[in-house]
């Protein structure tokens, strides 16, 4: 796969699994892609959760997509950094696929909101994909 197609493949199918580690305890956990392009791949959660924590600890993780209709995984590690931009978090809130968002931003006060709302992005990760044709194959890495 190209890096295009990877990232095609992504916003075609935004729910993911995210690994992190707690101590020394794996965590998984599905999540929603925001974007996935050149800039990197993008996706938000709350700083009151466990995962935000986990994240800001240990900033190492890996995300997997799965296009369950083409038999196809992808995996991709690599560093997330937390991005502050409110302009950005708007973006997001009120993106058509994100309206779950706008009772928690409209309940709160605005600052209240930029301050609890992360965004996260990973850029230069490797993707490895795995289809079961190629279940013994070498792994191919691909910089995204």
């Known amino acids: 796969m190209t890096k295009q197609e990877v990232f095609e493949l992504m916003s075609r199918n935004p729910v993911f699994h995210l690994a992190t580690a707690e101590d020394d305890q794996p965590r998984v956990r599905g999540m929603l892609l925001y974007k996935a392009d050149e800039s990197g791949i993008l996706f ?3 700083t ?3 995962v935000f924590k986990q994240i800001m600890e240990n ?9 369950f209709k083409n038999g196809i995984q992808v995996r991709v590690s690599g560093k997330l950094e937390l991005v502050d931009d409110n302009n950005l978090k708007d ?5 058509p696929s994100r309206k779950f968002l706008k ?12 301050n609890t709302f992360a ?6 990760g490797i993707a490895n994909t795995w289809t079961m044709e190629k279940n013994f194959a ?5 910089e995204l």
Not at 103 to 114: A, T
Not at 138 to 142: A, D, H, M, R
């Open 91 to 95: 973006e997001i809130s009120e993106h």
């Open 48 to 50: 009151m959760k466990d």
């Open 119 to 124: 965004v996260f992005r990973l850029r230069n």
């Open 103 to 114: 009772p928690w931003k409209e309940s709160s006060d605005l600052q209240d909101f930029y």
């Open 138 to 142: 070498p792994k191919e890495e691909i």
């Open 44 to 46: 938000h959660t709350g």
């Open 59 to 67: 900033p190492r993780a890996e995300l997997c997509f799965n296009d």
